[in-house]
């Protein structure tokens, strides 16, 4: 079965500045996608970057990047020009290719509280 | 158009009680899944409804969880004779299926029981 682990439950950035989320996990599969879900307060899930395992390049949305190392099996989240918004709880997961042996489902990871200080 | 939503938004029982969770799909959708977030933990996967396909069951954690969905549409999550084990954040999400699509999620059901 696979496993996603963030072994940082909290960190904290200051407002404008760079911060990286770490986020791992463990698969004998080749081929997968790869997830940062952003969780407010308002407990709603909100994707904020996908990764196919097949594609070598790093995927981007506006402020977010991640760093895939697919042989390392680690999928780090950096988040860009920090605000206020960006507090949050943040979630890494992973979902298997399909035709799936494990059913269409997400794994996740036990998520990182993200504070921003003004 | 409106997202996936989910009711009651709080549900207080007590212990040995049956209660049942509401979950609205974003329409069209085809897949329907249910997680627990249990307090400081991720995400559990609890079941998932593809079409007209039979339920993956496989995440329930006992034979007291059972759920439904009813003409495609709208699932029901049954928690019989719940525990204080059972108290946790109940997420729905939907998709249109397929390893392509985004699972859209829903605010949940924060179910505590005393």
């Known amino acids: 079965a696979q496993t996603v682990t963030q072994s940082q439950p909290e960190m904290s950035v200051q407002e404008a500045e760079t911060v990286t989320l770490s986020c791992t996990y463990d698969?004998?599969?080749?081929?997968?996608?790869l997830f940062w879900y952003k969780q407010p307060p308002s407990r709603q899930m909100i994707l904020v970057i996908r990764?196919?395992?097949?594609?070598?390049q790093n995927a981007t949305e506006n402020r977010f990047s991640v760093n895939f190392q697919k042989a390392a099996k680690s999928f780090s989240l950096k988040i860009s020009d920090s605000q206020l918004g960006d507090a949050a709880m943040y979630f890494c997961?992973?979902?298997?290719?399909?035709?799936?042996?494990?059913?269409?489902?997400?794994?996740f990871g036990t998520g990182t509280r993200l504070a921003v200080r003004p | 158009g409106a997202g996936v939503s989910q009711s009651p938004s709080n549900k207080v029982t007590e212990k040995g009680k049956d209660v049942e969770l509401r979950c609205d799909p974003i329409?069209?959708?085809?897949?329907l899944y249910w997680y627990r977030q249990s307090l400081g933990q991720g995400l559990e996967f609890l079941i998932y409804?593809?079409?007209?396909?039979?339920?993956?069951k496989s995440g329930l954690p006992s034979d007291r969880f059972s759920a439904e969905r009813t003409g495609g549409s709208v699932s029901t999550l049954t928690i019989q004779r719940t525990q204080q084990e059972d108290s946790a954040v109940y997420l729905c999400?939907?998709?249109?299926?397929?390893?392509?699509?985004?699972?859209?999620f829903g605010p949940g059901t924060r179910l505590t029981v005393t």
């Open positions: 999400a939907s998709s249109l299926g397929g390893r392509a699509y985004e699972q859209y």
């Open positions: 698969t004998s599969e080749s081929d997968y996608y």
């Open positions: 990764q196919e395992a097949y594609k070598q």
């Open positions: 997961a992973y979902r298997s290719p399909i035709p799936v042996s494990s059913g269409d489902k997400l794994t």
């Open positions: 329409s069209g959708h085809t897949a």
């Open positions: 409804f593809q079409g007209n396909s039979a339920p993956d």
